[in-house]
C-alpha cells in the first residue's frame, strides 16, 4: 500500500472526523437516532454533483407521547387514544464537490410532518449542514463546517401536547498534522447553541464551547493507539424552577481519555475510548462529578454479506446528550447487518441503557432518584433499492421505559414506510 493511501485510511479513522449523515426525516420519538444503520443515507449520490431528492413516508406510533396509561392521557387533554398516524414529506438536494485534495459535501433538506390526530404536533422539519474536508500538502489535514437542525423535541423525557421545536446550530474547524513517520497530533474547536419554542423548556436553552487536543500513534498494521484531552464549557442562562428555588445548570468539563482503534484481524476491528471526566457545576457542587467514563465497541464482518456489531458503555449524559440535568448512563448495543443481495438490506439492533440522577440530584433540587430508569429499544429495518436512485425502507420498533423507583415509564410500538428518490 502506498504512503498516501495508507494515510488516507488513517484518517478516516479519526473519531471526531465529521461524516455527513442527514435521515430522511426528524422523527418525534426514537425514530430520529441517525446511527441507525437502516436510516435511508442522503448520501445516495456520484461524486462531483448537486443532487436534489424528494421524499415521503407514512407512520403509526401506538403510544406517540410516550405516556405510562391512557388515563394520564385523558388528564391532559389528549384523550385516551395514544396512537395517531404520521405523514410527512420532504424536498432536499445534496452537494458532493472536490477541487484538487479540497472536498466539499453539504445537504439541506425540509420535512413537513403531519399528523391525523394530534394536529397540535403539526410542523416543518429543517436541516441543514456543509463540511469543507481541506488539506494542506501530505500532512496536514482537517474539517471545517456549520450544522443546523430544528424539529420536534422527542417524547421520551418530554410529555406535553405541543410542538415544542428544538432548534440547534454548530459550527467546528478541526486538523490533523503527520509531523514523523507513524504519529500524529490533532485539535479541534467546536461550538454549538440550542433552544427551545416554548417557554416552559427554556431552561434547556444554553451555548457550549468545546476544545480537543490529541496524539495518535499510527501502528504500520493499521492500528491506532493515542490520547486525548478536552474541555468543555457550557452556559446555560435560563435557571430551573424547583418551587422558589434557582438551579443554575452551567458548568465546566475535563477529559482525559485513551483512544485504541485496533484491527484484530482483517474483519475484524476493536475501538476503546476511555479514561477520567471531571465535571464541575457553576452551582451546588454536590452535583459535580469525577470518575470513570468508557465506550467501547466491536464490529465483525463475517462474511461478505453479514457484518455484527457490539457496544457497552458507562459515561454521563443524557438521551439527547442535551438535557439539563445530567444521568450515569451505562449501556449496550448490539446490531446485525444482511446484505441479502445488492438491492436488498436488513438490520436488527437492540439496546439497553439504564440511567442513574443520584448524583445530579444530590442537592435535593431538579431530578430525583425516584427519576431512574431503565430504556430498552428493539428494531427490524427492511430496505430495497429497485434502482440506484431510489430506496424503500420498512421498520418496525418497539421501546419500553421502566422506572427503578416509581410506578410509571411506557411501552411504544410503531412502524413507518418511507422512500426516497434522488434525481
Given at each position: 500500500?502506498?504512503?498516501?493511501?495508507?494515510?488516507?485510511?488513517?484518517?478516516?479513522?479519526?473519531?471526531?472526523?465529521?461524516?455527513?449523515?442527514?435521515?430522511?426525516?426528524?422523527?418525534?420519538?426514537?425514530?430520529?437516532?441517525?446511527?441507525?444503520?437502516?436510516?435511508?443515507?442522503?448520501?445516495?449520490?456520484?461524486?462531483?454533483?448537486?443532487?436534489?431528492?424528494?421524499?415521503?413516508?407514512?407512520?403509526?406510533?401506538?403510544?406517540?407521547?410516550?405516556?405510562?396509561?391512557?388515563?394520564?392521557?385523558?388528564?391532559?387533554?389528549?384523550?385516551?387514544?395514544?396512537?395517531?398516524?404520521?405523514?410527512?414529506?420532504?424536498?432536499?438536494?445534496?452537494?458532493?464537490?472536490?477541487?484538487?485534495?479540497?472536498?466539499?459535501?453539504?445537504?439541506?433538506?425540509?420535512?413537513?410532518?403531519?399528523?391525523?390526530?394530534?394536529?397540535?404536533?403539526?410542523?416543518?422539519?429543517?436541516?441543514?449542514?456543509?463540511?469543507?474536508?481541506?488539506?494542506?500538502?501530505?500532512?496536514?489535514?482537517?474539517?471545517?463546517?456549520?450544522?443546523?437542525?430544528?424539529?420536534?423535541?422527542?417524547?421520551?423525557?418530554?410529555?406535553?401536547?405541543?410542538?415544542?421545536?428544538?432548534?440547534?446550530?454548530s459550527g467546528y474547524a478541526n486538523g490533523a498534522?503527520?509531523?514523523?513517520?507513524?504519529?500524529?497530533?490533532?485539535?479541534?474547536?467546536?461550538?454549538?447553541?440550542?433552544?427551545?419554542?416554548?417557554?416552559?423548556?427554556?431552561?434547556?436553552?444554553?451555548?457550549?464551547?468545546?476544545?480537543?487536543?490529541?496524539?495518535?500513534?499510527?501502528?504500520?498494521?493499521?492500528?491506532?493507539?493515542?490520547?486525548?484531552?478536552?474541555?468543555?464549557?457550557?452556559?446555560?442562562?435560563?435557571?430551573?424552577?424547583?418551587?422558589?428555588?434557582?438551579?443554575?445548570?452551567?458548568?465546566?468539563?475535563?477529559?482525559?481519555?485513551?483512544?485504541?482503534?485496533?484491527?484484530?484481524?482483517?474483519?475484524?476491528?476493536?475501538?476503546?475510548?476511555?479514561?477520567?471526566?471531571?465535571?464541575?457545576?457553576?452551582?451546588?457542587?454536590?452535583?459535580?462529578?469525577?470518575?470513570?467514563?468508557?465506550?467501547?465497541?466491536?464490529?465483525?464482518?463475517?462474511?461478505?454479506?453479514?457484518?455484527?456489531?457490539?457496544?457497552?458503555?458507562?459515561?454521563?449524559?443524557?438521551?439527547?446528550?442535551?438535557?439539563?440535568?445530567?444521568?450515569?448512563?451505562?449501556?449496550?448495543?448490539?446490531?446485525?447487518i444482511w446484505q441479502y443481495s445488492k438491492k436488498i438490506r436488513v438490520v436488527g439492533r437492540?439496546?439497553?441503557?439504564?440511567?442513574?440522577?443520584?448524583?445530579?440530584?444530590?442537592?435535593?433540587?431538579?431530578?430525583?432518584?425516584?427519576?431512574?430508569?431503565?430504556?430498552?429499544?428493539?428494531?427490524?429495518?427492511?430496505?430495497?433499492?429497485?434502482?440506484?436512485?431510489?430506496?424503500?425502507?420498512?421498520?418496525?420498533?418497539?421501546?419500553?421505559?421502566?422506572?427503578?423507583?416509581?410506578?410509571?415509564?411506557?411501552?411504544?410500538?410503531?412502524?413507518?414506510?418511507?422512500?426516497?428518490?434522488?434525481?
Amino acid at each position: 500500500m502506498s504512503k498516501g493511501l495508507k494515510r488516507c485510511v488513517r484518517f478516516k479513522s479519526l473519531r471526531w472526523k465529521v461524516i455527513l449523515v442527514l435521515p430522511m426525516y426528524s422523527c418525534i420519538t426514537a425514530w430520529a437516532d441517525i446511527s441507525d444503520p437502516g436510516t435511508i443515507d442522503a448520501r445516495m449520490l456520484p461524486p462531483e454533483s448537486v443532487k436534489p431528492y424528494v421524499g415521503y413516508a407514512i407512520g403509526y406510533d401506538n403510544n406517540v407521547l410516550r405516556l405510562p396509561s391512557s388515563e394520564a392521557a385523558l388528564e391532559m387533554g389528549a384523550g385516551t387514544n395514544l396512537s395517531d398516524v404520521t405523514r410527512r414529506g420532504q424536498f432536499g438536494f445534496a452537494v458532493d464537490k472536490s477541487i484538487g485534495l479540497q472536498k466539499l459535501t453539504a445537504d439541506f433538506n425540509v420535512t413537513n410532518v403531519l399528523y391525523k390526530r394530534f394536529v397540535q404536533l403539526n410542523h416543518l422539519d429543517k436541516n441543514f449542514s456543509a463540511n469543507w474536508n481541506w488539506h494542506v500538502g501530505d500532512h496536514v489535514e482537517g474539517n471545517a463546517g456549520l450544522t443546523y437542525s430544528q424539529g420536534q423535541t422527542p417524547f421520551i423525557d418530554f410529555h406535553l401536547l405541543a410542538a415544542n421545536i428544538r432548534t440547534q446550530e454548530s459550527g467546528y474547524a478541526n486538523g490533523a498534522w503527520e509531523f514523523y513517520p507513524g504519529w500524529r497530533v490533532h485539535a479541534g474547536l467546536d461550538y454549538t447553541k440550542l433552544w427551545y419554542d416554548l417557554a416552559s423548556q427554556q431552561s434547556g436553552n444554553n451555548v457550549r464551547h468545546q476544545t480537543d487536543l490529541g496524539l495518535d500513534y499510527l501502528a504500520a498494521s493499521g492500528s491506532t493507539l493515542g490520547v486525548q484531552l478536552r474541555h468543555t464549557s457550557a452556559d446555560f442562562p435560563n435557571p430551573d424552577l424547583d418551587g422558589d428555588v434557582s438551579v443554575f445548570n452551567s458548568y465546566k468539563q475535563d477529559e482525559i481519555k485513551a483512544k485504541i482503534d485496533w484491527l484484530l484481524t482483517a474483519k475484524t476491528r476493536l475501538h476503546f475510548l476511555g479514561g477520567w471526566v471531571s465535571r464541575k457545576q457553576d452551582a451546588f457542587s454536590k452535583r459535580n462529578f469525577d470518575g470513570f467514563n468508557s465506550r467501547v465497541s466491536a464490529d465483525w464482518q463475517s462474511t461478505e454479506s453479514l457484518a455484527f456489531g457490539v457496544e457497552a458503555w458507562r459515561e454521563i449524559g443524557a438521551v439527547d446528550e442535551l438535557s439539563t440535568v445530567y444521568s450515569l448512563n451505562r449501556g449496550m448495543r448490539l446490531t446485525a447487518i444482511w446484505q441479502y443481495s445488492k438491492k436488498i438490506r436488513v438490520v436488527g439492533r437492540y439496546s439497553y441503557q439504564s440511567r442513574d440522577f443520584s448524583q445530579s440530584s444530590a442537592n435535593g433540587t431538579i431530578g430525583s432518584v425516584d427519576d431512574n430508569d431503565v430504556l430498552r429499544d428493539i428494531a427490524l429495518t427492511f430496505t430495497y433499492n429497485p434502482t440506484p436512485k431510489w430506496e424503500w425502507q420498512l421498520s418496525g420498533r418497539r421501546s419500553t421505559q421502566v422506572l427503578a423507583h416509581s410506578s410509571g415509564g411506557y411501552v411504544s410500538n410503531g412502524v413507518m414506510l418511507n422512500t426516497r428518490y434522488t434525481f
